[in-house]
């Protein structure tokens, strides 16, 4: 009962562990839900209204004058009674004591509580003013960027664009590189490197034996498929939605996308092109990918597969499970 005890408790364990790299797995394949919030051009205009200042510094606390004069008074007992003629007597002696010399000795102490809480509201009300100064030069910043990008400035569209790519992260060892070829200001073309699909997809599940022992299983070459299909996807939609979320004036994205391949012959293409993809800012908005397939709103949209891998496209028209 022991051993048998032991042993439940290891597969137990084991099960979990394969569960937790299961759940892991399929958060990396669904990062991109929910997508970004994509906002209107009504309110980039509505975000140019400065916002008014709120500070999060704690000011500093009044002194408590009824709870200072009693912690005074207590020290100036336990000074009193540390004397050695007050040793061996009782301590309402001292305390009595103490009361007597306590005006003379609360005055000093009052005026020293009092210039100590003076320093700390002024060094409260310099950090006060300087937060809200910082506060407005960057409220003025913000807004002349959304003017910028509301007028339609190209060399402002141009820079917050690399400010996006330069700041995306995802989910995937390797660095997804993305090239911009910039049309206009309500058009934008990105050449997108996709992961390779050895990288991110799982080829073989774990599977916990009767033993306790855990193996590797195959998993179906329909079901990888698939669910590199749904990462590649949603990681393009993912990118457009973040492009749409700060250029209020985009309109249409065209995202071409790729992965690399290494050369066999010279005359081989470095990058194999599976998707050409074209996103309308007020589509991708209304998406919503737990009540429509991936593959359906992209197939609307006028989106082109190239895809060598899959050759069996009925595990895209169905959901997990």
Known sequence: MQRRMEQDEQAKEAQQQIDDEWDRYQQMLHFWKPLPEIPSLENFVQAQT?????????????????????KSLNNLTESVKSQWQYRLLPEF????????????????????????????????????????????????????????LTSG??????????????????????????????????????????????????????????????REAARDKVERNRDYFDLVTGECAFIAAEMFSCLPLCQTIRLAAHTRRPKVRVTDPV????????????ELKAFNP????????????????FWPRITNWSGLNRRPG
């Not at 006060?128 to 960027?145: C, F, G, N």
């Not at 090239?179 to 080829?203: C, K, Q, Y």
Request: glycine content about 2%; overall charge negative.
């Open 50 to 70: 400065p916002r008014p200042f709120g500070s999060s510094l704690p000011s500093p606390p009044e002194p408590v004058w009824p709870e200072e004069q009693a």
């Open 271 to 282: 990058d194999t092109y599976i998707l050409d993809l074209k996103f309308s800012r007020e």
């Open 153 to 214: 400035d190209l060399q402002e569209i141009k820079h917050t664009l690399t400010e996006i790519f330069t700041g995306l992260h995802l989910p995937f060892k390797s660095a997804t590189e993305c090239g911009l070829f910039f049309d206009t200001a309500d058009l934008i073309s990105v050449n997108l490197d996709l992961p390779e699909m050895v990288e991110v997809i799982l080829f073989s599940r774990k599977k916990l034996l009767k033993n306790g022992e855990t």
């Open 93 to 148: 002696v001292a305390r009595s004591q103490a009361k007597k010399l306590f005006p003379a000795v609360w005055q000093e102490r009052e005026a020293e509580i009092q210039t100590r809480y003076q320093q700390s509201l002024t060094e409260y009300e310099q950090q006060l003013k300087t937060a809200q100064a910082d506060w407005e030069s960057l409220e003025v910043e913000r807004i002349a960027w959304l003017q910028c």
């Open 290 to 305: 737990d009540t429509t397939l991936m593959h359906s709103f992209l197939v609307h949209s006028g989106t082109h597969f």
